[in-house]
């Protein structure tokens, strides 16, 4: 089976005043049908750059998408006319934004914007969008849909508000979601409710999602494949069985022991990875985690280490742990 | 699960656009709505004007010049013998018609110079920004007494001047909206499912950048006023017979030993409508600014 789609060797370069600063630096990888993939990393890692690049939407100035593929349905996006991807955003590949509570324009109503997609890409008259809506609105649990149709986006909380962007989203009944840390604005329980309507969406629908996250939960939870991201690189992919019981990269063992388990001792303390992200102006050589990875060696700080299989479907960057 | 839903009280249905709110809001607002209620008025009286004044603008008693108040003329007469009440009273047409077109074809102008410097950006953007910048060197009423002149008399010429100079400031104002708006995230969200740049345009950030707009509408009325009668007080606006306010403080600036009041209730009249705009303005300025502190404040 032929991935839904292909993203290769992506980079993504923004220009500064200190410089230029490589964003992502040639991330690939495959989504299926009906798959949740998950990249995993830091803030300032290059995940949302490479949600953002997949649809040509990085802002440009200052961003600039400098190579690579993101081929779909036959088609480069990143070579795709303007018409081309407008008839593909929102319609084939469907975005949700971090920001709920800016993410809705405040002076239109929440029917409006929800059945906006449906006005663009189906051609529905405004009546045909807004009775569309009112069941969207109705999937994603918000009561009393057809009463609050007409609300303006300050009339609703952060939560409801979110739910509407992925009313939106699933509007079109699109191929594929990206979901660009959709639930880090909200508490636990709602984010629970969010994530279990696109799971909802997979399982009926056949729909991929990417979801873009720092939180490691969230993905044991729900993700089937993982990538973990550090300084705009792949650095482990596997599924989220394997990266749980035997992670690989130094990087991804720091992650997860970074985070408390409910299996864990009581009296095990949590370690952190020691230093800081590393500077994106002025990268380290050879492998970018170097500067803080316990088990670094000269060959570490000389050649950055390619993806390497070291078990089925399960791909790691470093030069040590590759050796087993 | 559903008993839960079913206690949340269905909320009032009484989804307020801003338009409405703002409405509502500069109502509370004390001066705004003194100056609201003097609009009002004034526009009921150019509106009404035939049915109110006492005589025609025009009839001339050259038995009967400069009398100053009688009960036959409550305001007493000009130098030709014309009712001044009735003058003022078509006057107000003259006012309100340069204030209110001056303004809006200054702001269809600038408004749309200004979308299109803050959405295109980069040279078209810097060009027409040395434009607005090159006007700003010239002291208004200088700029449109000169085009005035150029253009030669006439009613007509006192807008087209006025929208000539009047434009920049709209520009500026709405290019800075523009440059604000379109960062964020809904703007965004509109690229992402599939919008074309024009409709984004449209429906996203037009409508959030009028704001400061309707602000300067409302001044900008009262300025177009005092412009029209500056400019017919110096002889190249309003051509006679005409009444326009400004111009009778000039015929009544002449006699202002003899028939203090000729001059002194036009002036009071320029004086009352160009406060009665601010006044709107301020309330205007007041209401949308905690509303856009609200929308935008928190991220």
Redo the contacts between chains.
């Keep these: 089976m032929t991935a839904r789609l292909q993203v290769r060797d992506l980079v993504v370069e923004y220009r500064t005043r200190d410089g230029v600063v490589r964003a992502v630096n040639g991330i690939s990888f495959d989504l299926h049908r009906g798959e949740i993939l998950a990249l995993v990393g830091e803030s300032g890692c290059g995940k949302s750059a490479t949600a953002l690049a997949m649809l040509r939407l990085i802002p440009d100035p200052p961003g600039r998408i400098v190579g690579g593929e993101v081929l779909f349905d036959g088609l480069d996006l990143l070579k795709a006319d303007d018409a081309q991807i407008r008839a593909v955003r929102g319609n084939r590949i469907a975005m949700i934004f971090q920001e709920p509570m800016t993410s809705l324009n405040p002076v239109h109503t929440i029917g409006d914007q929800v059945g906006e997609p449906l006005r663009l890409h189906r051609r529905l008259t405004r009546p045909a969008a807004i009775a569309r809506s009112i069941a969207l609105l109705g999937t994603v649990n918000i009561p009393h849909a057809e009463a609050r149709i007409g609300d303006y986006p300050h009339q609703f909380s952060g939560g409801m508000r979110q739910r509407a962007m992925m009313a939106m989203g699933m509007a079109c009944v699109p191929d594929i979601i990206v979901a660009d840390e959709p639930t880090t604005a909200l508490d636990v329980t709602v984010q629970a409710q969010l994530l279990d309507l696109l799971k909802h969406q997979v399982d009926t629908h056949g729909t991929s999602i990417l979801l873009i996250t720092h939180n490691l939960g969230v993905v044991a939870r729900y993700a089937d494949r993982v990538n973990v991201i550090y300084a705009g690189r792949v650095v482990e992919a596997a599924s989220a069985d394997a990266l749980y019981a035997r992670p690989t990269h130094p990087y991804t063992i720091g992650l997860l022991r970074s985070v408390p388990r409910l299996d864990q001792p009581a009296t095990e303390t949590l370690a952190p990875i020691e230093g800081q992200p590393p500077d994106p102006l002025d990268l380290p050589a050879g492998c970018p985690f170097h500067p803080r990875c316990p088990l670094a060696t000269a060959q570490c700080r000389r050649e950055p280490p390619p993806l390497r299989a070291v078990g089925d479907a399960h791909h790691v960057a470093c030069w040590v742990a590759a050796h087993g | 699960m559903s008993e839960v839903?079913g206690a949340?009280p269905?909320?009032p249905?009484a989804?307020?656009?801003?338009l409405m709110s703002l409405v509502l809001a500069v109502g509370r607002h004390r001066l705004a709505s003194v100056g609201l209620v003097v609009v009002a008025l004034l526009s009921l009286v150019a509106l009404l004007a035939p049915l109110l004044a006492p005589y025609s603008p025009y009839e001339q008693d050259l038995y009967n010049v400069l009398s100053g108040p009688s009960p036959a003329h409550w305001l007493g007469t000009d130098n030709v013998g014309r009712d001044l009440l009735s003058r003022l009273i078509y006057g107000t047409r003259i006012s309100l018609f340069v204030g209110i077109v001056g303004t809006l074809l200054s702001a269809a102008v600038g408004v749309t110079v200004g979308l299109i410097a803050g959405a295109r950006g980069g040279l078209v953007d810097a060009i027409i920004m040395r434009i607005t910048d090159a006007f700003l060197c010239f002291p208004p009423l200088i700029f449109i007494l000169a085009m005035s002149a150029a253009l030669g008399p006439g009613i007509h010429n006192v807008i087209l001047s006025f929208a000539l100079f009047g434009w920049t400031g709209f520009a500026r104002i709405i290019r800075g909206q523009v440059l604000l708006v379109r960062?964020?995230?809904?703007v965004?969200?509109?690229?992402?499912?599939?919008?074309?740049p024009l409709r984004i345009m449209w429906?996203?950030i037009l409508?959030?950048t009028l704001a400061p707009i309707i602000v300067a509408v409302s001044i900008s009325i009262g300025l177009a006023i005092l412009v029209e009668s500056g400019v017919s007080f110096l002889g190249l606006g309003v051509q006679p017979p005409t009444a326009s306010w400004g111009k009778e403080l000039r015929v009544g600036f002449t006699y202002i030993e003899t028939v203090p009041l000729f001059s002194i209730v036009p002036g009071l009249l320029i004086a009352l409508a160009v406060i009665a705009f601010n006044f709107i303005g301020d309330g205007l300025r007041d209401a949308l600014d905690p509303r856009l502190r609200?929308?935008?404040g928190?991220?």
């Design positions: 839903v949340t269905a909320r249905a989804g307020r656009s801003p960062e964020l995230p809904y965004e969200a509109a690229r992402s499912i599939g919008m074309s429906r996203h409508p959030n609200g929308a935008m928190r991220s």
